[in-house]
Structure formats: structure tokens, C-alpha cells
């Protein structure tokens, strides 16, 4: 496991962009295949994005789709979420959260196949 540092999160206006980190402890993190999820008040914890540990492979959730990016950076051990047309419903915490991956394995919309979590970053979006 590592431990893994959201940063980035913060207040924007509808139609606004931020852009998160998921900055990791170790190197090692470059073996793992990474997600972002949310949770709003009150509401289940939502599946965003995943990316394999080479980046060749992204998923989004439906909700996200076409706004959102994932991309991920080697040299600084660290994950991103590029958040476009941002909405009131964007609203939530997010996290980010990693496993150990063979090269060849797919990232998972599951949040169970992670193992290594960060403490969140606050996102709110005002109408």
C-alpha cells in the first residue's frame, strides 16, 4: 500500500474547472492502477474514473463522461482529475484510491479492488 494525498479540491461557480491531485508516498505507485470516487451527503459513494498503471487504459462513470478527464504523470508519482463544465451535482468529496496491478490487468470500477485510499478533497459547485 501507499499512501496516497488528494489535493486541488475546492468552491467554483457552474460551467468552472478544477483540476485534482492524487499524489502518492512512493514510486511504487506507478505500478498501480488508480480511480477517483465521490460521495455526496447523504448519497452512496460514486464511481468517477479509473486509469491503468501505464495509462493506456481510462474508464469513466456516465455521469462524468465527456467532462472529465484522468491522466497521470510518472516522474512526479501523481494522479489527475481534470474537472470541465462542472455542475451543482458535481458536488461531493472526492477520492482517490490504488492497487498494485500487473501491467496487463484493467482498472476496476469496483471500489473494493482498492486497497490504498486517500482522506478526500471537498468539491462544491454553486448554481
Known amino acids: 500500500q501507499v499512501q496516497l494525498v488528494e489535493s486541488g479540491g475546492g468552491l467554483v461557480q457552474a460551467g468552472g474547472s478544477l483540476r485534482l491531485s492524487c499524489a502518492a508516498s512512493?514510486?511504487?505507485?506507478?505500478?498501480?492502477?488508480v480511480a477517483w470516487f465521490r460521495q455526496a451527503p447523504g448519497q452512496e459513494r460514486e464511481f468517477v474514473t479509473c486509469?491503468?498503471?501505464?495509462?493506456?487504459?481510462?474508464v469513466y462513470g456516465d455521469s462524468v463522461k465527456g467532462r472529465f478527464t484522468i491522466s497521470r504523470d510518472k516522474t512526479k508519482n501523481t494522479v489527475y482529475l481534470q474537472m470541465n463544465s462542472l455542475k451543482p451535482e458535481d458536488t461531493a468529496v472526492y477520492y482517490c484510491?490504488?492497487?498494485?496491478?500487473?501491467?496487463?490487468?484493467?482498472?476496476?470500477?469496483?471500489?473494493?479492488?482498492?486497497?490504498?485510499w486517500g482522506q478526500g478533497t471537498q468539491v462544491t459547485v454553486s448554481s
Open positions: 512512493r514510486r511504487t505507485f506507478n505500478d498501480y492502477n
Open positions: 484510491a490504488g492497487r498494485r496491478a500487473i501491467l496487463t490487468a484493467s482498472p476496476s470500477r469496483e471500489a473494493g479492488s482498492y486497497d490504498s
Open positions: 486509469i491503468s498503471r501505464n495509462g493506456g487504459m481510462t
